[in-house]
T-cell receptor, first 113, second 114 residues
Framework: DTEVTQTPKHLVMGMTNKKSLKCEQH?????MYWYKQKAKKPPELMFV???????INESVPSRFSPECPNSSLLNLHLHALQPEDSALYLC????????????FGPGTRLTVT | GNSVTQMEGPVTLSEEAFLTINCTYT??????LFWYVQYPGEGLQLLLK?????DKGSNKGFEATYRKETTSFHLEKGSVQVSDSAVYFC?????????????FGTGTRLTVIP
C-alpha cells in the first residue's frame, strides 16, 4: 500500500460547527504532516508529527487542533473556523523525519460558511 | 535561508511541444530537490527528485538535473501531451538543517492544447 488516504473529500461547515479531518497511511512512515493550500498558491505547512509526537506547529490558530492517535493515523480537529479558513487541506507522510520525499494525500476541500 | 523561485505561469503549449519550467533555489545546507505535480482537484504527486549535485531525476518523460553551480533544477519534457496539463511545483528539503519543511515554489500552471 503506497498511498495516503484522506476523508472526507469535501466538507462544508458553519462557523460554530466542530468537525474532523482524517488521514491514514500504511507505509510505515514515521512523519506525518498537515498542509493548507489556498487557490493558486503552494501548500503551506501547518503541523508536523514525528514518531507520533508534535514536532512543528507553524503558528497555527488554536481553532485547528491536530492529533496523532497512532503511527498510521493523523486527525485535524476543526472548531469555530472562519470563512478565510476555506481551503484544500493536504496530509502527507514521509519515511524519514527529516522530511525528505513526502507523499501527499488527495486532500479535503473545506468550505466554511 | 531556504527558498525556491519558479518561473511565472501560466504556460500554454501545443501537444508535442518541448517544455521547460525554470526553478532556482537558495539553501543553507545540502538540499534535496523535487518536482511535484498537481492535477485539477487532486493532491500533489511526487514527479521526480534529486538528492545531490549532478543527479538527474526522471519520470514519465520528465527530467530535471540538480545543478549546484547555477543553483537550478529546471524541469524538461521533450514532447508534452494534453494529459500533462497540471500545476507543477518545484520544492526543496534541507536535510542538514534537520528541517521537516518542504519549501515550495509558487507553482507553474501548464496547459497543453491539442
Amino acid at each position: 500500500d503506497t498511498e495516503v488516504t484522506q476523508t472526507p473529500k469535501h466538507l462544508v461547515m458553519g462557523m460554530t460547527n466542530k468537525k474532523s479531518l482524517k488521514c491514514e497511511q500504511h507505509m510505515g512512515h514515521r512523519a506525518m504532516y498537515w498542509y493548507k493550500q489556498k487557490a493558486k498558491k503552494p501548500p503551506e505547512l501547518m503541523f508536523v508529527y514525528s514518531y507520533e509526537k508534535l514536532s512543528i506547529n507553524e503558528s497555527v490558530p488554536s481553532r485547528f487542533s491536530p492529533e496523532c492517535p497512532n503511527s498510521s493515523l493523523l486527525n485535524l480537529h476543526l472548531h469555530a473556523l472562519q470563512p478565510e479558513d476555506s481551503a484544500l487541506y493536504l496530509c502527507a507522510s514521509s519515511p524519514e523525519t527529516s522530511g525528505i520525499e513526502q507523499y501527499f494525500g488527495p486532500g479535503t476541500r473545506l468550505t466554511v460558511t | 535561508g531556504n527558498s525556491v523561485t519558479q518561473m511565472e505561469g501560466p504556460v500554454t503549449l501545443s501537444e508535442e511541444a518541448f517544455l521547460t519550467i525554470n526553478c532556482t533555489y537558495t539553501a543553507t545546507g545540502y538540499p534535496s530537490l523535487f518536482w511535484y505535480v498537481q492535477y485539477p482537484g487532486e493532491g500533489l504527486q511526487l514527479l521526480l527528485k534529486a538528492t545531490k549535485a549532478d543527479d538527474k531525476g526522471s519520470n514519465k518523460g520528465f527530467e530535471a538535473t540538480y545543478r549546484k553551480e547555477t543553483t537550478s533544477f529546471h524541469l524538461e519534457k521533450g514532447s508534452v501531451q494534453v494529459s500533462d496539463s497540471a500545476v507543477y511545483f518545484c520544492a526543496l528539503s534541507d536535510r542538514q538543517t534537520g528541517a521537516n519543511n518542504l519549501f515550495f515554489g509558487t507553482g507553474t500552471r501548464l496547459t497543453v492544447i491539442p
